[in-house]
């Protein structure tokens, strides 16, 4: 009647398009997430198959589950280690946990 409304000014209109701005944040999280989290992951997982590829009849190895042997046997799926004198057990290749330098179980025995 005698007060008439009073409407808020409507905001400007932004531009429709592709903001770079605020895509930025994501691109820099992502670059950060593989420098450190992927790419050292893949290094690792490089080098664990060249030393599992590697491993030949004679070498000295330790399993993921602590049994430290010497391979007798050397297949392209199987290990057969020799764990002590006449006692052989058969291991697969991914069960290794890290190839030991030579005389390191008479060390230990």
Known sequence: MLI???????????????????FLPMVVIFVLFYFLMIRPQQKRMKEQKA????????DEVISNGGVLGRVTKAGEQYLTIEI??????VL????VAAKLEKGTIKAQR
């Open 4 to 22: 008439s409304p009073a409407y808020a000014a409507a905001a400007p209109a932004q531009p429709a398009g592709f903001d770079l701005m605020s």
């Open 84 to 89: 002590a004198d006449g006692v052989e057990i």
């Open 92 to 95: 697969q290749r991914a069960a």
């Open 51 to 58: 030393m599992l590829d590697a491993i030949t009849k004679g």
